[in-house]
């Protein structure tokens, strides 16, 4: 069956601008995770949502981020006026049930702000 | 919450050989445990998971990890190394309603 996709798989903005990133989990998967990736460094988690409770935004950097998930199925994270800290990849994850089900990640979008 | 750590940033070794990578952890009870390979241009694939029970885990590609709760470690081990598994691993712990926490991962670099 198809795996997590994300897209666009590449985006450059430049720096000021708006860019959404777009998510679409496994069917059926409650649990939807962003997260980013930057060079050398591991996985930071940016937002949780599970079934139709409240996300968890805990881990957003700035009120510049954001995220909804639609029908509990598709999500966008959306970054405004991005900076060139903001540059990483950013990736997907769902996962059947809870924080305890395994994570299938999508390959990530990679994001660059000149 | 819970922390993970990851000491080597870098691991070199030869085809064929053993290898063992290091995962600490930081949790007041029993936690989950992961571990997650991602090749260049790939996505996260998990290798193995820990909740409960036997302690020694054994997941896909011939990894296996065993949980020492004294030690606080999760260490993933494979007796013999290909060229294939070259790739960036990431050690991850949740427990309860947490999110899980990975580390900043282990580049297993493979000489022929």
């Known amino acids: 069956g198809a795996g997590v996709s994300q897209s666009p798989s590449n985006k450059v903005t430049e720096k000021g601008k708006d860019v959404e990133l777009r998510c679409d989990p496994i069917?059926?998967?409650?649990?939807l995770y962003w997260y980013r990736q930057s060079l050398g460094q591991g996985l930071e988690f940016l937002i949780y949502f599970q079934g139709n409770s409240a996300p968890d935004k805990s881990g957003l950097p700035s009120d510049r981020f954001s995220a909804e998930r639609t029908g509990g199925s598709v999500s966008t994270l959306t970054i405004q006026r991005t900076q060139q800290e903001d540059s990483a990849v950013y990736l997907c994850?769902?996962?059947?049930?809870?924080?305890?089900?395994?994570?299938?990640f999508g390959p990530g979008t990679r994001l660059t702000v000149t | 919450a819970q922390s993970v750590t990851q000491p080597d940033i870098h691991i070199t070794v030869s085809e064929g050989a053993s290898l063992e990578l290091r995962c600490n952890y930081s949790?007041?009870?029993?936690?989950?445990l992961f571990w997650y390979v991602q090749s260049p241009g790939q996505g996260l694939q998990l290798l193995l998971k820990?909740?409960?029970?036997?302690?020694l885990v054994q997941g896909i590609k011939g990894f296996e990890a065993e949980f020492k709760r004294s030690q606080s470690s999760f260490n993933l081990r494979k007796p013999s190394v290909h060229w294939s598994d070259a790739a960036e691993y990431f050690c991850a712990v949740g427990g309860g309603s947490y999110i899980p926490t990975f580390g900043r991962g282990t580049s297993l670099i493979v000489h022929p």
């Open positions: 994850a769902s996962s059947l049930f809870g924080v305890e089900s395994e994570q299938y």
């Open positions: 069917s059926g998967h409650t649990a």
């Open positions: 820990y909740f409960s029970g036997d302690t």
């Open positions: 949790y007041g009870a029993t936690p989950y």
